[in-house]
């Protein structure tokens, strides 16, 4: 079986340079300028679901952002319903804060809720609101920060082509509820078939449910399929964190039962899994950390009515070698001045 290392570089190189992790710092390829930070603002975060730890990854960025920029944050949880999250839009507009920021729901399910932001004239950034990354997404909002999505089912579906040979026979479950994770599980099932592999089943499940749902999905799924499941692919890493019970209980080791590979987010769940062996392989991750500290200068410039920055994340493919060789650490934070940077635009 293929094993591939941990590599932050740009998309265009994950699946190249086998066998060499970069472990150097390298530059922040980052805005280099930008407004300097407006005083004495309040933001709140309105955040889909911080059981979800992409979600929550990039929450804790922005709260170490907002201690260096100098303003005040609230954080609110949607708790992954979509009554949730218009509530928490609602408690966020009764705040009368200076910018929101959408954290990890998409804008279409809560049109209604963010048309009321915009009337009231809040400036708004997301964080994987839509399938249109960058500056001018649509809902009102200035700039919705994510690695570029197709880019990343296209790294998790090739990884399991390479990994399956000629036999791969592949799963993989997503959550119509938003329009970014069928996209990204038609170009995973578009590049699998592509290459010659098969998909035996294409699974729709609410992530907000996989608690109670892929256990008994997991069990179904096994019975149905035995040794022609090969590979299990999600458009996120927490559809794992309740596979491996259910493979356990049916007595199928992580290595004899199929292989998991996430088409993100790269949550800490996840890097523990993969390091220890158990059962997922790979992950191909978000720099979370860095994407809270962009949300906070893309929300600096909507507040100055500045230009958004454009700038878009590079993701990274994590497996187990690659951790063994990268320390401890149980995210993917590149090992670039990041911080440095930004802190520097912001006369800080």
Known sequence: MLKRTFMAVSAAALLTGLGVPVMAETAFDGPASGPTAAEGKSIVVVAGDLKNGGILGVTNGVEEAVETIGWEVRVLDGAGSI?????????????????????GFDAIEQQAALEGVV???IPMVAWHSGPKIGCDAPGGIFANVSTDAMTVSEV????????????????????????????????????????????????DTPIADTSARMGPLTTSLLQKYGDQWTHALAINDLYFDFMG???AAAGISSDDGPQAGSAGDGSEAAFQRIRGG?????TVAEPLNLQGWQLVDELNRAIQGEACSGFITSPALVTEDGL???????????????RDAYAKIWGK
């Not at 063994?324 to 990041?338: C, R």
């Open 278 to 282: 158990s059962y997922q392989t790979i």
């Open 156 to 203: 998790a579906a090739e990884w399991a082509m390479e990994d399956g040979g000629d036999n791969v026979g592949a799963i993989i479950f997503t959550d119509s509820t938003y329009q970014i994770a069928i996209d990204k599980a038609d170009r995973i099932k578009e590049t699998i078939e592509a290459a010659g592999g098969t998909v035996l089943e294409y699974v």
């Open 245 to 247: 019970p259910a493979l």
């Open 119 to 121: 009337n009231a004239g």
């Open 324 to 338: 063994a060789k990268l320390g401890d650490s149980n995210q993917f934070d590149p090992d670039s001045p990041y």
């Open 83 to 103: 009554q949730g999250r218009t509530g928490a839009i609602g408690q966020a507009m009764a705040l009368q804060p200076d910018g929101i920021i959408i954290n």
